[in-house]
C-alpha cells in the first residue's frame, strides 16, 4: 500500500477523497443517526465497577492528571485492543505496563471490554483529525 500511496499526487489524493467521502451515500437521505451519549444501564454498570470516570474525568475527556488518556470519541477498535493489553501478563510485546489500570481491566470480560469501547467511542471528543498534505 505505501508504494501505491508514495505514487499518488496531491490531487490524486484529493480526487480519491473526494470520492470516498460521498460512497455509499443516498442522495437526499438522512446521515445516520448518532448513537446515544448516555451509556445503558448494563453500560453504567460496567463504568461505575471501576469508577472510570474517577481518573478519566467528566464525559471521559477531562483525566485528573495531564498524563492520563482521553478517552471520549476514540476508536472502538483501538480501545478495545488498548484495555485487552492491560489484562495481558509477563509479555511486554503485546501487554501494557500501567499495574493500576491493569487491576482495572482485569474485571471484566472481552465481551465487557467491547461494551465498554464502543460507549466510549460514541462520546463527543475532542480529538481533531488533521489533514495531511501528503501521505507519509
Known amino acids: 500500500m505505501r508504494n501505491i500511496a508514495d505514487s499518488l499526487s496531491d ?5 480519491l477523497s473526494a470520492y470516498y467521502s460521498t460512497h455509499g ?3 437526499g437521505a438522512e446521515p445516520p443517526a448518532k448513537p446515544s ?3 445503558s444501564a448494563e453500560v453504567q454498570a460496567l463504568l461505575n ?11 471521559f475527556n477531562k483525566p485528573i492528571d495531564p498524563s492520563y488518556p482521553k478517552l ?7 480501545l478495545f485492543v488498548a484495555l485487552k493489553a492491560y489484562k495481558v501478563e ?3 510485546k503485546v501487554g501494557r505496563g500501567n499495574a493500576i489500570m491493569a487491576g482495572m481491566a482485569k474485571q471484566y470480560t472481552n465481551a465487557e471490554l467491547k461494551q465498554l469501547a464502543n460507549y466510549l467511542s460514541s462520546v463527543e471528543g475532542e ?3 488533521v489533514p495531511q498534505s501528503k501521505f507519509r
Open 37 to 39: 451519549k448516555e451509556p
Open 72 to 78: 471520549g470519541g476514540q476508536h472502538a477498535d483501538y
Open 11 to 15: 490531487q490524486d489524493i484529493a480526487d
Open 25 to 27: 451515500a443516498v442522495a
Open 90 to 92: 509477563n509479555n511486554p
Open 49 to 59: 465497577k471501576a469508577n472510570c470516570a474517577s481518573c478519566h474525568g467528566a464525559n
Open 127 to 129: 480529538l481533531k483529525v
